[in-house]
């Protein structure tokens, strides 16, 4: 094991005493507060659910999340890093279609050689598009993730046991090496099969009387390889991941990315819960700051969550990444500009979805791993069309900020959405991604114009919504022919309602048909009035818009299923 991996272990293993330390001593009633650590996660196992102590009210309150629970260092959504396979083409799709703008990059012209990302920025909104710049031939070299386990045995074991090595290649010198020497060979006209880049490459180089010439060019490509090892090794584990990724699931959301305080902590509590370590804590520099960084991966998934805590960064994105490179021309500029604009907030949630009888097990991992709670959830009662149906918990971080839905399938007559997304994707993952708007009559006629296709509700739906509003004398502040022009599908509160204006809580939301050919990933536009249920009341609307959908694609099948 080189001295690189060394440092990295150190350096985790200290940050990890520091954090336990700050665990067991501090008594501050904050995140480092140990009984407050202790009394999360909130299913206990003996599996009786302390939820059911709270009201429905108090569950779905505005309020609930800040007053009932201490500061989980959660703090928000960061970004969303899309894997693609051209992120430049899907840039510029989100910049015409979303009204996006391209605003920081990493690519082969600010010195990142396998890995290219276009990040893009609406509202407060940020997606980091990832795609590869070369393929890796062995993409299973790399061993990730690596588990708690794993580091128990970096400190048990002698790290410079050529079998450790050779179980857990995590940046090793072999590794960095055959990446040199494919670049030495890929610069040399001849092909060389004489001599054998290893441990001595440097001095086999310069001594050559051959290459004499070529020397001093690859002797100072070599030591700044070498010298940059950790990062060349940061960049072949980025794009063997992207390529497997790609290769499993196709294009989609590979890392929910968050900002947290207290990043040390929330990592250690998380690994000892089961999450897989694809990065440790590490703080990345550049001109514009620093900050601290973490990656690991949701147990039983291929879904990462990037941990990050700001020290003092002020650049376009994080520390490596450049502006946006790309100019327009004026007449392209012009065009964009005269475009009808679309104003995003911020992601308002990120839905996962999972197999049969799964959905439990991976709320109790996010309870576990971040002390997540649970905010709303629905079953098969209030969710079903009678041909198809699911069941979905959402969790939340302490403060409402950071919500993520979990949804499993449930037992239907035909072959239910979260089924096909299964069939498709190839495991469990990013369904929908919501982006948030204040006003969505607008933002949806703006996307409609642009391109973008939603699903579309049905008279019926409509017919009994003005019904029902009717009925319980409720006035949407939108027009409610706008509404149902634009498909925009709406529920409302009436518990909530105020006699003198007969407003109420509600929620308008949209949901889009996959962004690719591929039933997996899909938008949701959603507006909040005063409301944070997740359209219990739209369900069934939504529902029978995707059975639809379903039907045009041969994916709505009566099943006889054989059930794990
Ligand atoms: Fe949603």
């Not at 550049?286 to 601290?292: C, S």
């Not at 990462?304 to 392209?332: A, C, M, R, V």
């Not at 639809?548 to 994916?555: A, D, F, I, S, W």
Request: charged share 25%; hydrophobic share 35%.
């Amino acid at each position: 094991m080189d001295s690189s991996n060394e440092s990295i272990f150190s350096e985790y293993r200290n940050s990890r005493n520091a954090s336990l330390t700050a665990i067991s001593s501090s008594s501050d009633q904050n995140i480092s507060d140990s009984s407050l650590m202790t009394q999360l996660p909130f299913f206990p196992t003996n599996q009786e659910d302390p939820l059911l102590s709270f009201t429905c009210e108090e569950l779905i309150s505005d309020k609930f999340p800040t007053t009932k629970f201490p500061f989980d260092g959660f703090i928000n959504f960061h970004s969303l890093k899309i894997c693609s396979s051209n992120a430049k083409q899907m840039s510029k799709y989100l910049q015409l279609a979303m009204g996006f703008k391209e605003v920081a990059y990493k690519g082969l012209e600010n010195n990142s050689r396998l890995v290219a990302s276009h990040v893009v920025q609406n509202g407060s909104i940020f997606l980091e598009i990832v795609n590869t710049l070369e393929t890796i031939k062995n993409d299973n070299v790399l061993k990730f993730p690596y588990f708690k386990d794993d580091l128990l045995r970096f400190e048990k074991f002698d790290l410079r046991m050529k079998t450790y090595v050779e179980e857990f290649k995590i940046t090793t010198e072999d590794l960095v090496f055959d990446y040199v020497n494919n670049r030495i060979e890929n610069l040399c006209t001849n092909p060389i099969s004489s001599i054998h880049f290893g441990r001595n490459m440097y001095n086999t180089i310069i001594k050559s009387e051959k290459y004499r010439e070529l020397a001093k060019y690859l002797s100072e490509l070599v030591t700044k390889t070498i010298n940059d090892s950790e990062i060349i090794y940061n960049d072949i584990m980025e794009c063997t991941l992207i390529q497997k990724f790609l290769k499993k699931h196709a294009e989609g959301v590979m890392d929910i990315v968050v900002n947290v305080k207290g990043l040390d902590v929330i990592f250690a509590k998380a690994v000892d819960a089961g999450a897989g370590i694809i990065r440790l804590p590490k703080v990345l520099v550049d001109k514009h700051g620093a900050v601290k960084l973490a990656t690991i991966t949701v147990p039983n998934t291929d879904i990462q969550h990037t941990l990050i805590e700001n020290i003092n960064y002020t650049g376009p994105f994080l520390p490596g990444y450049s502006d946006s490179i790309w100019k327009h021309s004026f007449d392209y500029e012009q065009q964009l500009s005269s475009l009808p604009p679309i104003n995003l907030t911020v992601i308002d949630h990120c839905v996962e979805n999972y197999s049969w009888n799964q959905m439990l097990l991976q709320a109790k991992v996010y309870a576990e791993m971040f002390g997540f709670h649970k905010f709303w959830s629905a079953d098969e009662e209030d969710v079903s069309t009678g041909y198809t149906a699911l069941r979905s918990i959402v969790m939340s971080s302490s403060n409402g900020q950071i919500k993520v839905p979990i949804n499993e399938p449930v037992e239907s007559k035909f072959k239910g959405q979260i089924e096909e997304f299964n069939d498709f994707y190839g495991g469990p993952g990013i369904q929908h991604i919501a982006f948030r708007t204040n006003d969505i009559i607008k933002t949806v006629k703006a996307m409609i114009q642009r391109g973008i296709e939603f699903n579309h509700a049905s008279d019926k739906y409509y017919n009994n919504l003005e019904l029902r509003l009717k009925k319980d004398d409720v006035v949407l502040f939108e027009d409610f022919d706008e509404v149902r022009r634009h498909n925009i599908l709406v529920d409302y509160d009436p518990q909530t309602r105020n006699k003198k204006t007969k407003r109420c809580h509600y929620i308008l939301q949209i949901f889009s048909q996959p962004l690719h050919d591929r039933p997996t990933l899909f938008i949701e536009i959603i507006q909040r009035h005063h409301h944070n249920g997740f359209g219990k009341g739209t369900f069934k609307g939504l529902f029978e818009t995707i059975e639809e959908q379903q039907k045009l694609r041969g994916n709505f099948v009566e099943v006889n299923r054989v059930r794990p």
